[in-house]
């Protein structure tokens, strides 16, 4: 972007979506290219591979070193929003609609076991015989 200034930039990425709190421009001295800084969360885990205890000689009845390393692992990789771990996304309303229909069927009373249709036709096979 040759020759563009801070507010075309800043008119750009709001336009690309970026939230505008997100946005901070500074001021600095002489002229030259408009310089851009960006950060972003990444969801990453320490290596696993510590293998420095015996497990075979502890008595203390405590987890090795890499217990759940590959589950955290697991997590870092496939997680959609590593910004969930730092604050949770906000609540969806709930559906009024579902919530009654569900206490409704949780106070009436249903027999639980399966119905039996008498009409079904029902054969053996012959091929034991």
């Known amino acids: 972007m040759p020759g563009a200034t801070a507010a075309e930039v ?5 336009s690309e979506g970026v939230p505008p709190g997100r946005i901070v421009t500074t ?14 969360t990444v969801a990453r885990t320490a290596p696993c591979g510590d293998w420095n205890d015996n497990l075979a ?8 070193p890499d217990f759940g390393c590959a589950h955290q692992q697991n997590i870092a ?3 959609a929003d590593p910004n969930d771990f730092v604050t ?4 969806t309303p709930a559906d009024a609609a579902r919530r009654s229909q569900v206490f409704t069927d949780y106070r009436t009373p249903k027999d639980p076991s399966t119905p039996v249709n008498i009409q079904q036709d029902a054969r053996i096979s012959e091929v034991g015989q």
Not at 10 to 14: D, G, K, S
Not at 57 to 64: A, Y
């Open 10 to 14: 800043r008119f750009i990425l709001m």
């Open 27 to 40: 001021a600095y001295g002489g002229s030259g290219p408009v310089s851009l800084i960006f950060s972003r």
């Open 57 to 64: 000689r502890t008595g203390d009845n405590e987890p090795f």
């Open 77 to 79: 990789a496939v997680v």
């Open 88 to 91: 949770p996304r906000a609540e």
